[in-house]
């Protein structure tokens, strides 16, 4: 899946994506909550803290933030 560092960051870039649908970028955020390492966390975090997103994205980020942490990653 997403395990290069550029890879990381063209997930973030679509998820924070405002001229692309909403499902996209639901898409990707849940696609860097699946890879589960310390970088896909910051992602997230930087995602979260994204006011331009929909409360609903931004709570998904937040979601799988913890699930990373809650992991030991």
């Known amino acids: 899946m997403a395990e290069h560092p550029g890879e990381l960051k063209k997930l973030a870039v679509i998820a924070n994506d405002l001229e692309i649908p909403s499902v996209l970028r639901t898409k ?7 890879v589960g390492t310390h970088e896909a966390l910051l992602a997230l975090l930087e995602l979260a803290g ?4 929909t409360a609903e994205e931004r709570d998904l980020a937040l979601k799988h933030s913890r699930e990373i942490i809650m992991s030991g990653h």
Do not use: H, M, P, T
């Open 28 to 34: 990707a955020i849940e696609l860097l909550g699946n």
């Open 50 to 53: 994204n006011e331009k997103l």
